[in-house]
């Protein structure tokens, strides 16, 4: 199916402004540096985005709809045991493979917009919560079959998973290292007792 | 010891800019916000601190040395299992106190300047080696004692739980609410095994 312009410029608009914003945050995001990565003009930028609010809601909506595609397609295994350590294995290639800059856009918008946009926190937080229960459904699949420890609920272990992660993401990126990534996974296997 | 007039307004800029920087990452902050929660002139400001670099350095230096006071202080008991439980709980306690706003200083200058500016990068990850260290000691400590698991070297469960409670603390800004720091502290203890 042949796009048309429109839809393939607002489209490179996009994916520009994740770009800058994975690197920048949306308040050190210009719209001069979209002009500059673009290479648009700035009436064709109000064109397909009527203001920085659309442009913000449109970067959040397609990075969670990325995010949730790679959620789905990570937490896969012949087990329950094995969707979680395959998705423990692709968490680490994914921020790998960016070189581990950028690191998780929805962290970082955390704790860039926490306190200085309400409904940005409740999009990024309902993100987390999205992310939290497909792992909290591994993870209770994975305590009926005894591949890891039972004694705290799925949805605390999947909590403690997805905030470790973050936490590893963070360091990662700030060390520009796999190290602390690699180190933190490792370390919820053995924590979690995570049996393949 | 009645401390002069340029030291008292130098710390009272400081103290100011960390609020400020805490709120709004060090981009976000403006010298007009910090003229406005001074209340000095620009040429005040610019006579205690001769540029920004300077000012961020000065915010990081007094953020890490109170940080260091509070491990410090926290992280003391009759046991090594109790001095790390005493830990969690004031971890939770000092959040508490902000109402869960601003977080970690040295969590949002990471995501906020780890792909920006390297020396700063460097900085805030000498303050998690120095954090992580602590701990490290700690849990070294509690697991001579039998007081937490030993199937994790130290310095893998100490990385595991300053990487847990960053996150926690990035879910519970976001949520404006305890729970998601509480539980991670809480599930922390489980997976550990702490016995105080």
Known sequence: MRQSKGVLT?????LEATRLVQRKGFEGTSICDLMEATGLKKGSLYFHF????ELTYAVLEKA????????DSSLTGRTAGESLDNFFKKVLGKHRSTKFVGGCIFGNSALEMSDKDKQVAVFIDRV??????RVRVAVRSAQSSGQIRCDLSAEAMARHIV???EGGIMLARLEKSEKPLKDCLNSLRTLIELEK
């Open 10 to 14: 607002k489209e490179k608009i996009l």
């Open 64 to 71: 969670r709809t990325e995010f949730l595609e790679f959620l």
């Open 128 to 133: 987390f919560g999205e992310w939290i229960e």
């Open 163 to 165: 905030m470790t992660i």
């Open 50 to 53: 009527s203001d920085k609010n």
